[in-house]
DNA sequence: TATGAATGAGAGTTCATTCAT
DNA sequence: CATGAATGAACTCTCATTCAT
């Protein structure tokens, strides 16, 4: 062929059409392959991690060719970019749930609740954060779904009662998830009785934090 | 990709010594150039992370051959752990620093000492969680190695006055030490506003906890 | 690895530095090595034509390793232009050797040296007109390669006595260059006696036509 | 690339029938198809060069699905072929039309007549030298195919008046068939003046050419 | 027949590591 | 010790072709 790509990289310049886009399946056996292949990706990424993660692996683990995998995937970012994006919308479903109780509680109780709103996510997607920190999403992109995110629980920190201070939903939505990081960090510890007392710990100064800041404004 | 493989010509497994320690320098000029090979390998290591750097690259960076790099780190592991060490000692330095005034502060006052150590030395050693973080370390050296920085931190929580209830700072050090990432991850936010806001969140929220908990014991 | 090429394309943006410029081999044994790959290349280059050919095999012909060749030629692209121009300045060179003799010459008598030179030239170096061909180089580089071939020619078309009408040694130039094309594919045919006839036929319509375009300046 | 393997699920030897001939259609729909399939064929070889066209590109492009393509045409090469056919066919009748007026004419107007009509047919039909150039087919069809052209034309040029000496009309045909493929690669200049210019200065150089031939036979 | 998913050999490319000089 | 060439397994990605529905 006149170009090829990479395999790598080296493409000219003709309006070659590289997809950017993963394909959507048409059938429904098509569906079911897209399915098993974004669940072995989670898989395989929350082994090895992104880099580490071959598309190889990851076609046999779903039990499919290599080229079905790109049938639908036509590239390894587009892939995990898929992935991430399922999983940003079902953590988004799940924190939105929260929603309706949020303004019968205080935020230090809402923090609970959201903490193990994402805990129980962790769990299920331990994908998640390896996907969010890949180093090779442009900026642009990384804020954008950061935003998103933080947005979302901000908007349920606004409404808990009695409320909190102006301006520091947004912040303390940026600490939440930190130390939600934190946790996916703390789990993979070996000690069984340090792991469970430090997530504790993170939970309890949060939930401390919040008590305080909301009893200063109240004064 | 996933560690890549031993590489080279018929390597088979006789008696080849395969080294499983950087060479040591024996002369003058030597010592300058692992130097300079060190301090190329913290930045590449620090802007591409440790599977995107190359060794092709960090030579260059150091301004010497690719033999030469091999000629004292035989591995891209035991570059990145030479790395690593070196720099804990270092951390360890700083920190042991604040041995001396650790018993005329409060766990508060000293929590911030520490952050101040960490964010100095996190700004100078921008490499360090990219090490720290590595994938393919195996468990047992991951474990010690983060088990002694949580012991010098331990230690120092312990000398408060008032003092911290019992087993308290060994966890609290876990907690300290996940905050930090979460503030070198905070520090490549591109919002100049919200990042310092973040940033002192936190510190403001374990100060207000560790004063919590200083006061619960009291009573 | 954070980013790969390609294998194939899907690179992200990250400063990868991917190299422009074929590596200039800096030992002997390099520019051995070097020369051997071209050699090789040229021949695969030839027998298949651009796409067909494969690294592998040329590699292969080289009697080099994979990795040896693109060392020094990181990309397939990269291997053809370095070829390309390689056989450029040699054809130069050769063209330039009848500049002497112009002025002594009708346009006529001086197109049968050239026809002479590039007929020559062809047979030695048979990938020539499949690396002019390449479809996947931007027309920019194509119009200045061409431009400065012509431009060589038209040159010397210039000096012949009598002059050829103004404006048109540049044409004509253009037209010699087509007509070798015709000539390396006419040489392919497989008919022994038609191919020199035809060969020869081209020749002399050229002359004829070279001819009578000086006579009627004369008149 | 090297004309791809068979790929495809186990193929074996087996008496599976390979088809060596493009499917006829039994209904009109089928007609339809195919000749959208041709057309689309055409447009994608013209554009990118028989290797870098795709048949999924031109399947795409035909608005039909990558099993209808195979449907007609199982293998790439057979979809080359039956355009070639077809496209052979096309320009075969229009020089035909020339028959007529063939005696009428000398060598030179003829030439000029064939010149127009082969011009035309390129510009209509993009494809045909990417398709007679293919490098992937064997030399005896491409010589028996080649043939066929140059006997039409030369049967053309053995009828002028005054007659061409024998055996040149069989040459020259060569030559005009050579000289056209140097006008499509013209054609492709970018410079409007030159592109021009150059290209009637091959018709003119044959005009030229063809009228000392006959003068000289008169003698 | 039409559709779209499935297949897998093979291509370009990378990079840790080794070796000759 | 330094240098730079050599090596090759492994990786991402492509595309002709086949097959199930």
């Known amino acids: ?10 493409d000219a310049q003709q309006g070659a059409k590289r997809p950017s886009q993963a394909r959507t399946p048409q059938l429904e056996r098509g ?3 897209v399915a098993s292949l974004l669940a072995a990706g989670a898989r395989v990424f929350a082994e090895k991690g992104y ?11 779903a039990g499919a060719s290599i080229g079905s995998l790109y049938q639908f995937f036509p590239t390894k970012v ?30 230090a109780d809402l923090a609970d609740r959201v903490f193990a709103v994402m805990a129980e996510f962790l769990m299920l997607h331990p994908a998640y ?10 900026p642009q992109r990384k804020r954008e779904s950061r935003a ?20 520091r939903p947004q912040v303390i939505a940026v600490v939440i998830i930190e130390l939600m990081k934190a946790i996916v960090t703390i ?23 919040l008590r305080a800041v909301c009893n200063a404004i109240r004064v």
């Open 1 to 10: 062929m006149a170009s090829r790509a990479t395999g790598g990289t080296a």
């Open 31 to 33: 569906r079911a392959r």
């Open 51 to 61: 880099d580490a993660a071959t598309m190889t692996q990851i076609a046999a683990e």
């Open 78 to 107: 587009l892939l995990a970019e898929a992935l991430h994006g399922e999983q940003r919308v079902r953590l988004a479903g799940m924190l939105d749930k929260l929603g309706g109780d949020a303004r019968k509680l205080s935020a």
């Open 129 to 138: 954060t390896t996907l969010v920190e890949r180093r090779d999403v442009d």
């Open 148 to 167: 998103q995110m933080e947005n979302r629980i901000a908007d349920l920190l606004a409404q808990t009662t009695p409320p909190l201070p102006r301006g």
């Open 187 to 209: 789990s993979t510890y070996e000690e069984d009785a340090m792991r469970a007392a430090a997530i504790n710990e993170l939970r309890v100064m949060l939930k401390t934090y």
